[in-house]
């Protein structure tokens, strides 16, 4: 169905079937397109990057495809040695291989008769390439680097932080929505205000709060500070401004508890701006960075992103594994978007968020 509604979308044009496509057509598909590469086109290189050499990553002028020198088994040689398609002096273009190198000046011999040596300038020659994909960036920091650790707690921190983060905050846009007491509206100005505060200057009194609480290098210090976000408790709260009335005080007339019409019918009847608050509360808390930095000191806590700096040293960069542990980083996220957006825009439309 979806396949023929594309089918039908693609092959419409204006004024009807069988009619021209107008300018107007190509441009929008022209944008569009563009759109596509400029959103996607990133994203494709990151992940060929990330199967390519540390070496193949270091070159310019850079590849799209990952691709290695070929290696040649050369006769009285103990090891595979790399291949070169060389410039003859004649005008000619050889395959040798290198035997070593002085300088400027490498000693390259054919594969098929190694006795004969060429001495050939550096510039007059360039490696012989094929496609392949380096695997092993995946897998060595999976078996070396404890990165399944740092996975397990980054699951940890996101799946209890985001159960948390829901009751929460929605346990506060029910009072906010729901009953009336004097200062509401100050409380719910006092809640969009912290909105306007960045992390960086509430870093370091909620560092001394934890500290005191003894909670330093647990994974509970990154996540009981942000289980009330201010972003939820708004959003929770415009949605839960839509619902009927009468239906909460019907359920209080057949003495229903505050407790039971909050579990029973407030958080049933929120399930599409939950669902909102949560698709939120995963990507934040996984791609979260500075405060598990500022909590985090021993490498058995450590969660995923603060993993990926490890890679990262004062000599040298592992762009290799750092490009293919920031894939395995977006993929439960990217799924978690691509199976729940559509909660999305129907729950940003339902609560007036902009």
């Known amino acids: 169905m979806a396949a ?19 300018w ?9 397109a563009l759109g596509v590469v400029l959103m996607f086109g990133p994203v494709a ?54 035997i070593r190198r002085v300088g400027l000046v490498a000693q390259m011999a054919d594969p098929a008769d190694p006795t004969q040596i060429v001495r050939v300038p550096v510039a007059e020659r ?21 990165f399944l650790r740092y996975l397990s707690n980054s699951l940890f921190v996101t799946v209890v932080a985001t159960v948390l983060t829901l009751i929460v905050n929605s346990m506060a846009a029910y009072a906010l929505a729901v009953y009336e007491f004097r200062g509401k509206n100050a409380a719910m100005l006092a809640v969009i205000g912290t909105l306007m505060i960045p992390i ?27 289980a009330a976000t201010p972003t939820g408790v708004f959003l929770l709260r415009q949605y839960m401004l839509t619902l009927p009335k009468d239906l909460i005080e019907a359920a209080r007339m057949d003495k229903a508890s505050e407790w039971q019409i909050y579990r029973r019918i407030v958080l049933p009847l929120s399930l599409p701006a939950l669902a909102v608050l949560a698709i939120f509360s995963i990507m934040w808390r996984w791609n979260e ?50 199976f729940l957006q559509r909660f999305i825009t129907t729950g940003i439309g339902s609560t007036g968020m902009k």
Request: without cysteine; glycine residues 6%; charged residues 10%.
């Open 289 to 338: 960075f500075l405060w598990p930095l500022a909590v985090l000191t021993k490498t058995e806590s450590y969660t995923l992103q603060i993993g990926l700096a490890a890679f990262q040293g004062e000599l040298q960069t592992q762009w290799h594994y750092l490009l293919a542990m920031t894939v395995v980083t977006l993929v439960p996220v990217s799924l978690v978007f691509v």
């Open 24 to 32: 107007t057509d190509v441009a929008a598909y022209a944008y569009l």
């Open 126 to 146: 360039e490696p012989v390439r094929r496609t392949a994909f380096a695997v092993s960036n995946y897998t060595e920091p999976l078996e070396r680097f404890a």
């Open 4 to 22: 023929g509604k594309l089918r039908t979308l693609l092959t419409s044009r204006r004024g009807g079937a069988g009619a021209p496509m107008h």
């Open 45 to 98: 290189w990151l992940v060929l990057s990330s199967f390519k050499t540390q070496s193949a990553l270091l070159e310019f002028p850079p590849s799209l495809l990952p691709t290695a020198q070929v290696e040649v088994s050369v006769a009285g040689q103990p090891n595979p040695l790399p291949l070169f398609r060389v410039r003859m002096p004649d005008g000619t273009s050889r395959e040798l291989v290198q």
């Open 200 to 226: 960086t200057i509430i870093l370091v009194p909620v560092y001394l709060v934890v500290t005191q609480l003894g909670l330093v290098n647990s994974l509970w210090a990154v996540i009981l500070p942000g």
